[in-house]
Every structure is written in C-alpha cells, then in structure tokens.
C-alpha cells in the first residue's frame, strides 16, 4: 500500500530549500509514495521540474500564514502520512493548521540554516521565536543538514537527539549528468572563468568576492567571474561597487540560470565567498563535477567536505586578500572531487525507512 506524502512549500521561486526538496521529490519512488506537492502559492522557477505523477495542489494565499485553514483542510481531506516542511514559516503554518486534529501524520521538518546564527543575528521576534520552537518540538524528526547543526539544534531548541537526523543535502546526480551532455560551452576559453553562484543577498557576501576580484585582475586581467543567481535585494549595490571597482570587464552577473550546471561544468574554478549557509548546493554540485574550490569557513563542515590544499582552498569569512590569494594560486589544487569523509543522503531510501517506520 502507497503511503501518502505532503511536502509543503511557500512556492519555488527559487533558493537553495527549494532545490533540496525538489531533489527529494524526485528521488521519491512513485511505486511507494502517493506525492502531494502543496504550494501557498503555485508559482516559481522550479515547477516545471516537478514530475507530472505529482499532485499540485495551489492554496492560493497571500501570505503563508493566511494560508492555514485552507491547509487544515487539505491534510483532512488527504490524510497523509507524511507532511515535510523545510522554511520557518511554513514549519510554523502546518503547526498551527495541526493543532486540534487528533490522528497527526508523521511531521518531519527540514532545518534551512544555523540556529546559532539565527540566535547571534536576532532575525525573529519572540513570538516567532516561540512558535518556531513549538513546530520544531511537536515534531517527529528534525533534519540537520551537519552533524554541527544537530547539535545547535539539541542546544537551541531543546530537542531529543533520537528526533534529529542528518541529512546531507542529496543530490540529483543524473539530472546534472544530463544538462551537461552535448552543451556549449558558454565561456571565452581564452579567459579564466570563475565562477560564483547564489542569490544576490548579504550573507553570500559578493561584495567581499568582487573586493577580492579587483586584487585578482590587478595580478592577472586575463581572470572573468560569472555570478549566477536572482536578485535577493543586492543587485544595485553589487553593480555599484562593480563600477566602483572598474570590474565591467571582469565580473558578468547572469542571473538565474535554469540550467547552472554547464558553468559549472566548464568553468575552470567554482568560489563560495559566502558570510553563512546551511549547506550550499552549488559547492556540492562543484564538488561532484570535480572543479577546483575555494570557499569561505562559512561553515565548520565545510572542511569535511574540502581537505584544505588538495581539493580546495579554505579561507576565512569577509578576508578579502586571502580569497584573492586562493584564487589565484587554484592550479595548484590536485585530486579534486569529494573526500572519502562525505556522502549525500539517498532521500528515497530515507523517507523509506520513515515509511516503514510509521506504518
């Protein structure tokens, strides 16, 4: 018998939560899983990803929070087993549509970023702060994307150990594999492309990147940075400080890409400047591609996924300088690709043992 899945998502504009749950969907096996797909508002880049056996369903709110009701109704008439929920908003929302029902489903919330991080920046209200920790509580697991995050999930939230798994951000491996088969190559090859990718806000720190990139041309104009990703209230500053900087010549931002891997894949570096993240994507992506790395400490993980000096350079968050110093020496890197440390969750085999343990 199918067990019934509900991913519950704000809509798939596009971001890194967004593409891990796509991924997720994805790997699913349709066999066992009857897959709802309930979007707050049916819009965003990623849809015409989802798979046509999936079912949609558009509650059409405003805002997540309106949107509660009519999602109480929905888990009534599906009766799912499983609900997933991944952002804060929509972690809170499905607690607050569940209270009052008494056969629940099997709750099981992803974890976007760093509670710590959250913590030290203060980005919730106390009322948020509550319920968020309510919706974490009620929950029947919690996934940490790192060993460090579960534990400042335990710290932070008070959580049972038994509640949290980690749950490495899979990956689409045959997805990749095809929107890299029999493309062109987007690059001048007489340039050295490098590569930047996420959306265009502060904790991605590209201005910091760009800050490094003016020390880079002063060594070496023959260096081009291509920034992939959508304007998340950046995109001016970061022009600004382009032109500031007389990197017209050097840096290209090209927005979103449907398909981001052809850069990737012929890029000749892939750099994460970012100031924080929960697990990025695109380093991932970079790493299975086997390209050569520099990225920013932005996470103590990170140096399990890249062993300093042999398939990547490690540097510290907003040092300008020593990014610009990485990225120049990046031919150095030798035996590039993941180290032995490292392994993405297999999402079918994961939900399947959740299955089996529900039922």
Same mark, same amino acid.
């Given at each position: 018998?199918?067990?019934?899945?509900?991913?519950?998502?704000?809509? &798939? =504009?596009?971001?890194?939560?967004?593409?891990?749950?796509?991924?997720?969907?994805? @790997?699913?096996?349709?066999?066992?899983? #009857?897959?709802?797909?309930?979007?707050?508002?049916?819009?965003?880049?990623?849809?015409?990803? *989802?798979?046509?056996?999936?079912?949609? =369903?558009?509650?059409?709110?405003?805002?997540?929070?309106?949107?509660?009701?009519?999602?109480?109704?929905?888990? @009534?008439?599906?009766?799912?087993?499983?609900?997933?929920?991944?952002?804060?908003? /929509?972690? *809170?929302?499905?607690?607050?549509?569940?209270?009052?029902?008494?056969?629940?489903?099997? =709750?099981?919330?992803? !974890?976007?970023?760093?509670?710590?991080?959250?913590?030290?920046?203060?980005?919730?209200?106390?009322?948020?702060?509550?319920? +968020?920790?309510?919706?974490?509580?009620?929950? #029947?697991?919690?996934?940490? @994307? /790192?060993?460090?995050?579960?534990?400042? &999930?335990?710290?932070?939230?008070?959580?049972?150990?038994?509640?949290?798994?980690?749950?490495?951000?899979?990956?689409?491996?045959?997805?990749? !594999?095809?929107?890299?088969?029999?493309?062109?190559?987007?690059?001048?090859?007489?340039?050295?492309?490098?590569?930047?990718?996420?959306?265009?806000?502060?904790?991605?720190?590209?201005?910091?990147?760009?800050?490094?990139?003016?020390?880079? =041309?002063?060594?070496?104009?023959? +260096?081009? &940075?291509?920034?992939?990703?959508?304007?998340?209230?950046?995109?001016?500053?970061?022009?600004?400080?382009?032109?500031?900087?007389?990197?017209?010549? %050097?840096?290209?931002?090209?927005?979103?890409?449907?398909?981001?891997?052809?850069?990737?894949?012929?890029?000749?570096?892939?750099?994460?400047?970012?100031?924080?993240?929960?697990?990025?994507?695109?380093?991932?992506?970079?790493?299975?591609?086997?390209?050569?790395?520099?990225?920013?400490?932005?996470?103590?993980?990170?140096?399990?996924?890249?062993? !300093?000096?042999?398939?990547?350079?490690?540097?510290?968050?907003? #040092?300008?300088?020593?990014?610009?110093?990485?990225?120049? #020496?990046?031919?150095?890197?030798?035996?590039?690709?993941?180290?032995?440390?490292? @392994?993405?969750?297999?999402? %079918?085999?994961?939900?399947?043992?959740?299955?089996?343990?529900?039922?």
């Amino acid at each position: 018998m199918k067990r019934k899945i509900v991913f519950f998502m704000a809509n &798939l =504009i596009g971001g890194g939560a967004e593409r891990v749950t796509v991924n997720i969907i994805k @790997q699913l096996d349709k066999n066992r899983f #009857d897959i709802f797909l309930v979007m707050v508002s049916r819009e965003g880049i990623f849809l015409k990803e *989802i798979p046509t056996y999936v079912k949609i =369903i558009n509650l059409n709110a405003k805002k997540t929070l309106f949107s509660i009701f009519k999602f109480r109704k929905i888990i @009534q008439n599906i009766q799912p087993d499983i609900i997933y929920s991944t952002m804060t908003h /929509t972690s *809170i929302a499905q607690y607050l549509a569940l209270l009052g029902i008494k056969d629940k489903p099997f =709750i099981v919330l992803r !974890n976007a970023t760093s509670p710590k991080l959250l913590a030290q920046e203060g980005r919730h209200k106390r009322s948020w702060k509550f319920l +968020f920790k309510r919706a974490y509580k009620t929950a #029947d697991r919690v996934l940490a @994307q /790192t060993p460090e995050m579960k534990n400042e &999930l335990i710290e932070y939230y008070g959580l049972s150990p038994k509640r949290v798994d980690i749950f490495i951000n899979p990956l689409n491996e045959d997805e990749i !594999n095809n929107k890299i088969n029999n493309v062109q190559n987007p690059f001048n090859q007489d340039k050295i492309n490098v590569v930047a990718a996420g959306r265009l806000t502060y904790a991605k720190a590209f201005d910091v990147l760009l800050d490094a990139f003016a020390l880079v =041309i002063k060594k070496d104009k023959n +260096f081009v &940075l291509h920034i992939i990703g959508r304007d998340d209230g950046e995109r001016e500053l970061l022009l600004k400080k382009q032109k500031e900087l007389n990197l017209e010549k %050097n840096v290209n931002f090209l927005g979103f890409q449907s398909n981001p891997y052809r850069f990737f894949y012929f890029s000749d570096l892939f750099v994460l400047s970012s100031r924080r993240e929960g697990l990025p994507n695109a380093l991932l992506e970079n790493l299975y591609l086997k390209k050569p790395v520099v990225s920013t400490r932005c996470i103590p993980f990170i140096s399990t996924l890249i062993e !300093n000096g042999r398939n990547g350079f490690l540097t510290d968050i907003e #040092d300008s300088k020593e990014l610009a110093s990485k990225i120049l #020496d990046f031919k150095k890197l030798q035996n590039l690709g993941f180290t032995q440390k490292y @392994q993405p969750t297999n999402s %079918n085999r994961y939900f399947q043992e959740l299955r089996e343990e529900y039922a």
